[in-house]
T-cell receptor, first 110, second 117 residues
Framework: RKEVEQDPGPFNVPEGATVAFNCTYS??????FFWYRQDCRKEPKLLMS???SGNEDGRFTAQLNRASQYISLLIRDSKLSDSATYLC???????????FGSGTRLSIRP | DGGITQSPKYLFRKEGQNVTLSCEQN?????MYWYRQDPGQGLRLIYY???????QKGDIAEGYSVSREKKESFPLTVTSAQKNPTAFYLC????????????????FGAGSRLTVL
């Protein structure tokens, strides 16, 4: 079993829709969590950190459920420019334990 | 502007040749990392370094070597022992050495795309 698992998608949704995807992690010792966005053939860039109480950044909302060991990302009013791969990351106390999921591909259609 | 610079962006290698990928950062970050990404897959850790003159193997270190002689620089050598080196290589850095979530936020370079002919 992978330490961090994501549905690979692709999620194909119309512009303006709300889309959500989850990411599960297997190690309960995970300390911090992030969502990164990666455009085709580019490097990943930090989208947002995920806090225990949940956090929002504009149209994006991230949630953490430690009991069920998953994090989620919700995108409201999706834009064409949201089309990308979204990578879930779980980290542990040591630097080596920055674990990436395989990514969820999102495609927004006009 | 602070950031991470990787070079070359594209590299072609013949089988049996060693190649070195450069990674330089001016963010004053302590920790640096090398990841490999294959098409449709996530990032796999090759090597990481938390401090100058120290580095550790990641999950797929075989066939690779690194050095960390300067804080700013973390070059990766892909040796002929790496049997399937064609991939997208990403260098990253973080503040490191901390327990806060921010210490583990990664900043990536633009990547180096290696193709073996």
């Amino acid at each position: 079993r992978k330490e961090v698992e994501q549905d690979p998608g692709p999620f194909n949704v119309p512009e303006g829709a709300t889309v959500a995807f989850n990411c599960t992690y297997s190690n309960s010792a995970s300390q911090s969590f992030f969502w990164y966005r990666q455009d085709c053939r580019k490097e990943p860039k930090l989208l947002m950190s995920v806090y225990s109480s949940g956090n929002e950044d504009g149209r994006f909302t991230a949630q953490l459920n430690r009991a069920s060991q998953y994090i989620s990302l919700l995108i409201r009013d999706s834009k064409l420019s949201d089309s990308a791969t979204y990578l879930c990351v779980a980290t542990y106390s040591s630097a080596s334990k920055i674990i990436f999921g395989s990514g969820t591909r999102l495609s927004i259609r006009p | 502007d602070g950031g991470i610079t990787q070079s070359p962006k594209y590299l072609f290698r013949k089988e049996g040749q060693n190649v070195t990928l450069s990674c330089e950062q001016n963010l004053n970050h302590d920790a640096m990392y090398w990841y490999r990404q294959d098409p449709g897959q996530g990032l796999r850790l090759i090597y990481y370094s938390q401090i100058v003159n120290d580095f550790q193997k990641g999950d797929i270190a075989e066939g690779y070597s690194v050095s960390r002689e300067k804080k700013e620089s973390f070059p990766l050598t892909v040796t002929s022992a790496q049997k399937n080196p064609t991939a997208f290589y990403l260098c990253a850095s973080s503040i490191g050495q901390g327990i806060s979530a921010g210490a583990n936020v990664l900043t990536f370079g633009a990547g180096s795309r290696l193709t073996v002919l």
